[in-house]
């Protein structure tokens, strides 16, 4: 079992240490334990993400049920319908256009000036060739037509169907982009709890470590080889640990929460802890391929899609000074009743010609607010590639210094715990004062933790370095959007 980060024995008599007789072999049983969480917390380049290791089906179901990913769904979803309301712009639409009009007061009605005419040329005519009885009155009193309207070169339409399609592409790179910062979020988060975890059961390993030393000075007080106040001192001490194990029992806790906030289970819910043993240590990737890799962020991906989109708002502030032209039929009845009959039928073919030539100079300014709209999203890629490039190369070589440290780390602890053993024999031979006990439990206890602290940074690092230089991918069936219905 890994010493490092392998789960600590139950409280009981202090475990012994085998000490290494070879530099060489205290550094391997020291770093090939701090690897061996690497495969779950930092995927091999390449390789999608697979609920193979508990971290992995703690990211797939993060990614299934996080909330905040989820709202970045909806929102890839609603540029999805976008495109789809753009693209409509484009096809045919029926209408039905229906009117029906009462006309009051000072209404002029064209029969007035007809009738008497028509009467006129009956009377020259000697028979009642003409009606004498005409009403026309505008508007007709109803009004019923269906409108089918083809738009055949529609310029804004088509920008804006452009737009549309590169905000919804825009929008899924930031989804994609939320999904693997979430991935590397709840590693992080897993880790904090793993740590958190580790250092409780260094403190209930201390704490019979305590106990035996208030023992020792009970039973020297008793035989007259030190003063009651070793007893007080050693009582307090107890008590320190105690409380020191509680705090860190609280942050267990509270780590835990926190990953099942990410992970949308309830908050309470039990974390499981990976058996480190069963993991195999991964090697940590050269400066060279992680840089290479870095290209696929989707960050990068985003930053270009957004220049793209900039340039679908600049057709857009183009569209409305070229020539539109649209095609529209129409069929329907008009008179002062509603009376079907094939001489009250009328049908209508339009073909519209529109082209705004001068708009008091608003074409040249919405033009130019576009071409700085590209030259400000060009602008952006160009920080965001270097804001990479940076976060890769200081990822990199915190990993680098991380993975250094552990061999100190451990080495600090042999040191520590070789010293408190040694002080602690020679305390109970009434050798040693119970001031150079408590220090050397201090010194050791310290190494301990910066031993645990020290491993999970080098981990912590390695999430850091995955998630900078897109070392994990991840299937984009994990956090797509639900198809709409």
């Known amino acids: 079992m890994p010493r490092a980060l392998a789960p600590r024995p139950p409280v009981a008599a202090p475990p012994r240490r085998r000490r290494s007789p070879r530099l060489l072999a205290t550094l391997a049983c020291l770093v090939a334990p701090a690897l061996a969480l690497a495969p779950a917390l930092a995927p091999m380049v390449g390789s999608p993400l697979a609920a193979q290791t508990p971290v992995d ?28 309301e753009a693209r409509g712009a484009l096809l045919p639409s029926l209408a039905v256009d229906a009117r029906r009009t009462e006309a009051y007061g000072a209404v002029i009605d064209f029969g007035e000036f007809v009738n008497p005419a028509f009467g006129a040329l009956n009377g020259v005519l000697g028979r009642e060739q003409f009606p004498t009885d005409v009403s026309f009155r505008l508007p007709l009193a109803q009004e019923t037509r269906l409108r089918l309207v083809q738009p055949l070169y529609q310029p804004a339409a088509l920008a804006a169907d452009a737009l549309a399609r590169a905000r919804r592409d825009l929008q899924g790179a930031a989804l994609a982009a939320a999904a693997h910062r979430l991935a590397a979020d709840i590693r992080l988060a897993y880790l904090d709890v793993a740590r958190a975890a580790r250092v409780v059961e260094l403190w209930e390993v201390t704490l019979p470590r305590v106990a035996e030393q208030l023992r020792v000075n009970e039973r020297l007080v008793a035989n007259g080889r030190a003063t009651p106040d070793a007893v007080l001192r050693a009582r307090a001490e107890r008590a320190e640990v105690e409380q020191a194990r509680a705090e860190a029992a609280m942050r267990h806790a509270a780590a835990g929460r926190a990953l099942n906030h990410l992970i949308g289970r309830p908050l309470d819910a039990p974390v499981p802890l990976v058996d480190e043993a069963a993991l195999l240590p991964a090697a940590l990737p050269t400066l060279d391929a992680a840089l290479t890799a870095a290209r696929r962020r989707d960050e990068l991906r985003q930053a270009e899609l957004g220049v793209g989109a900039a340039r679908a708002g600049g057709r857009l502030a183009r569209a409305p000074y070229l020539p539109a032209l649209v095609a529209a039929v129409d069929y329907g009845t008009q008179g002062d009743r509603y009376r079907l009959a094939a001489d009250r039928d009328f049908a209508l073919a339009t073909l519209s010609l529109q082209w705004t030539l001068f708009a008091g100079g608003q074409g040249a300014a919405r033009r130019e607010q576009a071409a700085l709209d590209v ?32 061999a100190t780390a451990e080495a600090r602890h042999a040191s520590a715990e070789g010293s408190y053993r040694l002080v602690a024999r020679r305390h109970g031979e009434g050798l040693a004062t119970l001031v150079e006990l408590l220090e050397a439990r201090t010194s050791h206890t310290a190494a301990g933790i910066n031993r645990i602290l020290t491993a999970f940074d080098y981990l912590a ?25």
């Open 57 to 84: 089906t703690l990211v797939v179901e993060g990614l299934r049920h996080n909330l905040g990913l989820a709202q970045q769904r909806l929102l890839v979803a609603r540029g999805a319908a976008g495109v789809r």
């Open 375 to 406: 030259a400000q999203a060009r602008a952006r890629r160009d920080e965001i590639a270097r804001q990479v490039e940076l976060e890769v190369r200081q990822a990199h070589a915190a990993a680098e210094f991380a993975r250094v440290a552990i």
């Open 461 to 485: 690092r390695r999430v850091d370095l995955a998630r900078a230089a897109a070392l994990d991918p991840i299937d984009p069936s994990l956090f797509a959007p639900t198809p709409a219905r």
